[in-house]
């Protein structure tokens, strides 16, 4: 089966830095990419996802970047708000199912 | 709200209890999924429908465990004779296609 690994576990950053969370899978097949934010006591929340058949993708302050290649792919998120505090999960999915990392504590400090 | 639901929120039940969970998912959704989270984790799949048909079933989804989604609607996980190890969150997912919306979660705490 897929096997997705992520990095960093924990990550802190001053308010207005950015933050890169990157993630490697390891089924050549997967072809869907989204990330979620979790916050305390909440389900995960999709924030951007992209496919297999492009490289990049932008909304706002968060992008991500796919490496079909090297098979990884990279959250960025620019000018950080404290808001932006909270749990990150990228996932990869190749049909019925989402395979997820372990996770990124995101810390932005004010 | 026209998210997904999930009911109830938070259980606490005695190990060898029954507990069942409720999920509705975003309407005209047709693919819905479980997932269970434990603490520092990312969320595991359990299982999928797609419609009322359960598609996909996870090797985690021991035979004390079953879900449903009769007529294609709402879903529900029930958990059969608790162990401590089930303890953790338990999410539902629904998907128009490749897009998963997650519920709130419900979190199950067997004492």
């Known amino acids: 089966g897929e096997n997705v690994e992520q990095h960093p576990s924990t990550l802190s950053v001053q308010e207005g830095d950015s933050a890169v969370i990157k993630c490697t899978y390891s089924d050549s097949a997967s072809n869907y990419f989204p990330w979620y934010k979790q916050e305390l006591g909440k389900g995960p929340q999709l924030i951007i996802d992209i496919r297999s058949n492009v490289g990049e993708k932008k909304d706002q302050r968060i992008a991500v970047t796919l490496n079909k290649t090297a098979k990884h792919f990279s959250l960025h998120i620019t000018e950080t708000q404290p808001e932006d505090s909270a749990v990150y999960f990228c996932?990869?999915?190749?049909?019925?199912?989402?395979?997820f990392g372990t996770g990124t504590r995101l810390t932005v400090i004010p | 709200d026209t998210g997904v639901s999930q009911n109830p929120r938070h259980k606490i039940t005695k190990r060898g209890q029954n507990v069942t969970f409720r999920c509705d998912p975003i309407?005209?959704?047709?693919?819905l999924y479980w997932y269970r989270q434990t603490l520092g984790q990312g969320p595991e799949f359990l299982t999928y429908?797609?419609?009322?048909?359960?598609?996909?079933k996870s090797r985690l989804l021991s035979d004390r465990f079953s879900a449903e989604r009769p007529k294609g609607s709402f879903s529900t996980l029930e958990i059969q004779r608790t162990e401590q190890g089930d303890s953790a969150m338990y999410l539902c997912a629904s998907s128009p296609r490749m897009e998963a919306f997650f519920g709130q979660g419900t979190r199950l705490t067997v004492v």
């Open positions: 429908f797609q419609n009322e048909a359960q598609l996909e």
């Open positions: 996932a990869a999915s190749r049909a019925n199912n989402l395979f």
């Open positions: 309407s005209e959704h047709n693919r």
